[in-house]
């Protein structure tokens, strides 16, 4: 009887002293029943794309003002990629504004072309040559191609010698009258008389037989009634 009176003091005693030390512990701020159940509570929450999940830590972060950032995050993304179209298609629209006057621009360049062009470099040929080394003067005779009266002609002549090089070449403008199908002779001065040049159809000195040269005519323009 007196061994358990002994056992149960002893016990008393432990317990007391625990019940002590916790108080002075919690007397002091050492202890804390509400920090524990709090670190418990406090967690981290970390929102994926489709998800919310939550982690031990020590910051807290709702998951209701998470998703409304990150709503706000998606609707500035969406402004910012509505300006970035906007400016792409003012770039394209300013571009194919810009390109509209150059291809008016050659639109008009080319019908101007075909305008001056019209005159067909055949309407007017060249019927016969003739320049002997006697002559200083050549005998040109051209032949209106077209169906209209001719009354202004400005053409080339071209002379090149018996290998085909070129030797020399006059422009000339002529007031004929040359009639619709109908062949027409005037003057025009022939090459190199003074050195006794003359067309190689045509009589050439003896002394210089090589003195001969060949004509190509050249159409540059012409008038009709």
């Keep these: 009887m007196n061994e358990r009176r002994g056992s149960a003091g002893t016990v008393f005693l432990v317990i007391l002293v625990i019940v002590i030390v916790v108080g002075i512990l919690w007397a002091t701020g050492l202890v804390r029943w509400e920090d524990s159940a709090k670190k418990q509570k406090e967690t981290v929450v970390v929102i994926d794309d489709d998800s919310v999940t939550a982690s031990d830590g020590d910051v807290t972060v709702p998951a209701d003002e998470w998703l409304a950032l990150k709503n706000e995050v998606k609707q500035l993304?969406?402004?910012?990629?509505q300006l970035k179209s906007g400016s792409a298609k003012s770039a394209s629209s300013k571009t194919q504004t810009t390109a509209t006057p150059a291809s008016a621009q050659t639109t008009k360049t080319t019908t101007e072309g075909s305008s001056s062009a019209s005159q067909?470099?055949?309407a007017i040929t060249l019927a016969n040559y003739n320049h002997d080394?006697?002559?200083?003067?050549?005998?040109?005779?051209?032949?209106?191609?077209t169906d209209r009266t001719i009354?202004?002609?400005t053409g080339r002549m071209i002379y090149y010698d018996m290998s085909?090089?070129?030797?020399?070449?006059?422009d000339f403008t002529k007031s004929v009258t040359i009639e619709p199908g109908m062949v027409k002779n005037f003057?025009?001065?022939?090459?190199?008389?003074k050195d006794h040049y003359a067309y190689y159809k045509s009589d050439v000195i003896v002394?210089?037989?090589?003195?001969?040269y060949k004509v190509k005519f050249e159409l540059k323009s012409y008038k009709t009634n």
Excluded at 77 to 81: A, L, P, S, T
Excluded at 187 to 192: E, F, I
């Design 164 to 170: 085909g090089n070129m030797l020399d070449y006059q």
């Design 187 to 193: 003057s025009l001065k022939g090459y190199g008389h």
């Design 120 to 122: 067909s470099a055949n």
């Design 151 to 153: 009354t202004q002609v």
């Design 207 to 212: 002394t210089n037989p090589d003195r001969k």
């Design 77 to 81: 993304r969406q402004e910012v990629n």
């Design 133 to 145: 080394w006697v002559q200083s003067e050549a005998t040109v005779a051209l032949k209106n191609n």
